[in-house]
DNA sequence: ACCTGGTCCCGGGCTCGGTTTT
DNA sequence: AAAACCGAGCCCGGGACCAGGT
């Protein structure tokens, strides 16, 4: 946890935030240092790092696993540690030649679903590597790969983790491919849903597959974040056993619902988790929808249209056309209906949302269909902050 | 034939970092 | 120094076209 979250959850305590402590705690998107019941796949990860602890680099490993499974909790928990430490710790092994203590690999942890493009993925590289002041536009690619190369050679090589690496545009190939033209000693860990087999070239490298969880370990995870997020005795096992039983593995999904179920019963103005906000908490979640790291990390206009649309009642609901002109008008956004129909149309195709054609015969015309949100939205609507 | 919904694509404007000119 | 300029990536707007219905 850092000073800001501590910061704002002091803010928001009192008033009436008697039951929620902190949302953030309870954020499927957010990881913590130390994921529950991780530990041998922590371990697996690790032995295929080895060589990084040795002065020489690893191969190239694809982490695999269902959504929810805890591969960005784990990967990103584990190199948020590894990154941090620029010195390490000195050795005894000196070269003969320059009197230069032995140096390891620096290491990265990217997230594709930010870094979803070539400029994109080398700009977060070297945000990791420097102190993040690297540009975001004005500069060529080859401008910023040069700028890149130099601080690079600085190091004996770098290990780069990039999440979600099956999400990269123009295809989950690119990673590695961008990643070469660096022509600097790098090793990546790529992770992601797609079994290898279905990804060109991942297929080809050391792999490591990450089952879903167990149910025993995601009540832990439950009861664990519960008690960080809730008030003392808020979330009774019982609850969380049920959720648990319903996310069937996925830890994405059972955070997700139990986040929804701690909103519910806030906005009751109870002190507990009870039965029925769990009930109505899995009723809000889609089982195996879109994630909230998907949803949260879409650029601030898309974020946006999805709040305002949230706002929206029924009837404005009823066909894309009439959502349409309803979030056009919304004071949240300030985007022409042309654009907020395209932006509405390419959130369905990526599974934000789904679209449901209605029975509504009008006479003429293609029968329009209607969008129906495909993510969590009570934690959206929490969590959003627009910027 | 005609109508409305849905898909695809790309030109241009915006904003930024770097470079040249004043 | 400061200002003007330039070229880059990203996003918005919107037109052209296709799909699916009466």
Known sequence: ???????????????????????????????????????PIVERVLDHLDPAFDESLPSDVYVWGPPGSGKSAVVSALFSRLEAPATQPRTAIRTTTRAQSAELPRFVYVNARQANSEFKLYRHVLDGVTDGD?????????????????????????????????????????????????????????????????????????????????????????????????????????????????????????????????????????????????TAGIDTVPRGGTSLGVVLTLPSNRQRVLRAFLDLEADRRSTVTATTEAIADSARVDLSAGTVKRILYELADIGVFDRVTTDQTTGHGRPPSRLEPRFPTLPFQKLYEPH
């Open 1 to 39: 946890m850092d000073i800001e979250t501590r910061i704002r959850r002091r803010r928001r305590r009192g008033a009436d935030q008697t039951l929620v402590l902190d949302y953030d705690l309870l954020n499927p998107a957010a990881h913590v240092s130390e994921p529950n019941g991780r530990g």
């Open 134 to 278: 690297a540009p975001t536009k004005g500069i060529s690619t080859d401008d910023l790969v040069s700028e890149l190369r130099s601080v690079l050679s600085e190091f004996v090589g770098a290990v780069v983790a990039v999440d979600h690496a099956d999400e990269f545009e123009p295809s989950p190939t690119a990673v590695r491919s961008n990643l070469e033209t660096l022509n600097d000693p790098i090793s990546t860990v790529l992770v992601g849903r797609t079994p290898p087999s279905n990804v060109d070239g991942f297929g080809d490298i050391a792999e490591i597959e990450i089952p879903g969880y167990s149910q025993q370990v995601l009540i832990d995870v439950l009861m664990t974040r519960g008690s960080s997020g809730l008030t003392q005795d808020a979330l009774a096992y019982d609850q969380s056993r049920r959720i648990a039983a319903w996310a069937g593995g996925n830890a994405h999904d059972a955070l997700a619902a139990l986040f929804s179920a701690a909103v519910i019963a806030e906005d009751d103005g109870v002190q507990k988790v009870r039965s029925e906000d769990v």
